[in-house]
C-alpha cells in the first residue's frame, strides 16, 4: 500500500483544516489507517484512527471533539478533519495504515506510512 497524504497548510488559531490520504493498492478496505504527528523536537505521537470498516474510531485525548477521522474504502481515502485548531496542533501530520491485531496507538505496529503534510496553526 503506497500513502499520499495531502491537505496541509496554515490557518489561524481558530480555523479547520481538512487532511485526506489517498492510498493505492487492492487491499486498502482491510486495513486499520491512523493519523499521527510529529511536531518538532518531540517524538511522533497519535492523533486518531479508524477501523478497516470505518465502524469504530480512536482519538487521542488531546484532539477529542475536535477531530474526526473518516474514510471512503470505494475511493480509497482515509480523511482527519479538524476544527478549533490550537497552535499546539502544529506539526507535521501523516497517515499510516496497519493490518488486523495491532496496537492502534503505536506507531511502529504501523506497516505502511505516507509522506506527511505540515499543518501549521498560527496563534
Known amino acids: 500500500v503506497q500513502l499520499q497524504a495531502s491537505g496541509g497548510g496554515l490557518v489561524q488559531a481558530g480555523g479547520s483544516l481538512r487532511l485526506s490520504c489517498a492510498a493505492s493498492?487492492?487491499?486498502?478496505?482491510?486495513?486499520?489507517m491512523g493519523w499521527f504527528r510529529q511536531a518538532p523536537g518531540k517524538e511522533r505521537e497519535f492523533v486518531a484512527a479508524?477501523?478497516?470498516?470505518?465502524?469504530?474510531?480512536y482519538y487521542a485525548d488531546s484532539v477529542k471533539g475536535r477531530f474526526t477521522v473518516s474514510r471512503d474504502n470505494a475511493k480509497k481515502t482515509v480523511y482527519l478533519q479538524m476544527i478549533s485548531l490550537e497552535a499546539e496542533d502544529t506539526a507535521v501530520y501523516y497517515c499510516?495504515?496497519?493490518?488486523?491485531?495491532?496496537?492502534?496507538?503505536?506507531?511502529?505496529?504501523?506497516?505502511?506510512w505516507g509522506q506527511g503534510t505540515l499543518v501549521t496553526v498560527s496563534s
Open positions: 499510516a495504515a496497519q493490518g488486523p491485531f495491532r496496537a492502534t496507538m503505536n506507531p511502529q505496529e504501523y506497516d505502511y
Open positions: 493498492g487492492r487491499t486498502f478496505s482491510s486495513y486499520r
Open positions: 479508524i477501523s478497516s470498516s470505518g465502524g469504530r474510531t
